[in-house]
T-cell receptor, first 114, second 117 residues
């Protein structure tokens, strides 16, 4: 158990819909990262938040957005869903301070768009 | 942009034997961090080992060790005394420091390791 929690575990929804994925980082970790894992694209970095502020952006679609709240939990919002958005979405957290920079991953949310 | 290449899509090893997974990367940075992650059938991403580029000594974690060749931009993972539980996808990852507490991991496409009893 990495200490990172993600809800829900599974999500099935229809094209055009909007969903919200939730992540709680490990206690003390200030950074939250979102990754997408699909068969054709592999593991791709989406976005990073550090202590409530967006810090880095990767291959995140405009239809996707995220935020990190004062209690450091984060949400990834996916809208106007398409079949190609079906993937495993991971959240990871890290202290990103001093010599502690490892990212610990949550169990993921499997999104299926039908 | 940094790229990470894992040239072995699949590998197999006999139980109790040793196997080495390859990873190369491309970067112009001098200081960076490299990781190996394991993804078993449960799909959980598990950190196996890390290496700081400024350290010449190869990292070791129990049966897992790395061979870090900075000049060659190579970062291979050696698994000794392979166990059935080692069967998984293994991903090599490079951490890019974008400054101001901005980071991202770039992953290779993975190597699927099978362990033969």
């Amino acid at each position: 158990d990495s200490g990172v929690t993600q809800t829900p575990k599974h999500l099935i929804t229809a094209t055009g819909q909007r969903v919200t994925l939730r992540c709680s980082p490990r206690s003390g970790d200030l950074s939250v990262y979102w990754y997408q894992q699909s068969l054709d694209q592999g593991l791709q970095f989406l976005i990073q938040y550090y202590n409530g502020e967006e810090r880095a952006k990767g291959n995140i679609l405009e239809r996707f957005s995220a935020q990190q709240f004062p209690d450091l939990h984060s949400e990834l919002n996916l809208s106007s869903l398409e079949l190609g958005d079906s993937a495993l979405y991971f959240c990871a957290s890290s202290v990103d301070r001093g010599s502690s920079y490892e990212q610990y991953f949550g169990p993921g949310t499997r999104l299926t768009v039908t | 942009a940094q790229t990470v290449t894992q040239s072995q899509p699949e590998m197999s090893v006999q139980e109790a034997e040793t196997v080495t997974l390859s990873c190369t990367y491309d970067t112009s940075e001098s200081d960076y961090y490299l990781f190996w992650y394991k993804q078993p059938p449960s799909r959980q991403m598990i950190l196996v080992i890390r290496q700081e580029a400024y350290k010449q000594q190869n990292a070791t974690e129990n049966r897992f060790s790395v061979n870090f060749q900075k000049a060659a931009k190579s970062f291979s993972l050696k698994i000794s005394d392979s166990q059935l539980g080692d069967a998984a996808m293994y991903f090599c990852a490079y951490r890019t420091d974008l400054g101001l507490k901005s980071y991202q991991l770039t992953f290779g496409k993975g190597t699927k390791l099978s362990v033969i009893p």
